[in-house]
């Protein structure tokens, strides 16, 4: 079946880079997402990227996808305390429902 | 629109008791799921229903759950009789079509604690 793998914590400084890793194992999947959980709230979708790319910027998020090792990344440079929260990483093949990874806390210290 | 409305945003109940856990998708939305929260297994899909039907409950842990939808703009999801470990934080979401780049739009979740 399938299944998705995070880290479970990263700590960086302010105004460091933030880089958070996740890998799938469903070969098939097409998109890939990035959620973003803050505290006492759902999730919301932050970005995502079609299998068929390598990598998308917005602003400050960058995701890279190797598709081939099935590993998937979210870069957010320039990280600010605003950006401390649970980031998730998706996948959804087909019509399948989106199937998460357990979830990244990332702590930013000022 | 209010986005995904979960009712209650938190419930506490003693151990036996019935909880009905309730979403108010959003509006023309024809997609909606139920997920569970917790430490130790993360974000895991229980049920999703497309127009109404439940479509894949593969996730529901037991016969204490149950998840309905009389209508497009309501669904429930009831835990009868509760347990400890079913605490956690419950998250309903919807969307609309099920297209491969459909953003899920998440309600606030409802933290249940059993005790």
């Known amino acids: 079946g399938e299944d998705v793998e995070q880290s479970l914590f990263l700590s960086v400084r302010e105004g460091d880079s933030s880089v958070i890793n996740c890998t799938y194992t469903?070969?098939?999947?097409?998109?890939l997402y990035w959620y973003k959980q803050e505290p006492g709230a759902g999730l919301q979708l932050l970005t995502y990227?079609?299998?068929?790319?390598d990598m998308k910027q917005d602003q400050r998020l960058t995701v890279l996808l190797n598709k081939k090792d099935k590993h998937l990344s979210l870069r957010i440079a320039d990280t600010q305390t605003g950006d401390s929260a649970i980031y998730f990483c998706?996948?959804?093949?087909?019509?399948?429902?989106?199937?998460f990874g357990s979830g990244t806390r990332l702590q930013v210290q000022p | 629109d209010a986005g995904v409305i979960q009712s209650p945003r938190h419930e506490v109940t003693e151990m036996g008791q019935e909880v009905t856990l309730r979403c108010k998708p959003i509006?023309?939305?024809?997609?909606l799921f139920w997920y569970r929260q917790t430490m130790m297994r993360g974000l895991e899909l229980l049920i999703y229903?497309?127009?109404?039907?439940?479509?894949?409950d593969s996730g529901m842990p037991e016969d204490r759950f149950s998840a309905k939808m009389p209508n497009a703009s309501f669904s429930t999801l009831k835990i009868q009789p509760s347990e400890p470990r079913d605490s956690a934080v419950y998250f309903c979401?919807?969307?609309?079509?099920?297209?491969?780049?459909?953003?899920?739009?998440f309600g606030q979740g409802t933290r249940l604690t059993v005790v």
């Open positions: 998706a996948e959804k093949a087909g019509r399948r429902a989106l199937t």
């Open positions: 990227i079609f299998s068929n790319m």
């Open positions: 509006s023309g939305h024809d997609y």
């Open positions: 469903d070969s098939s999947s097409t998109y």
């Open positions: 979401a919807s969307n609309r079509g099920q297209g491969l780049n459909t953003e899920a739009f």
């Open positions: 229903f497309n127009n109404n039907v439940p479509i894949d």
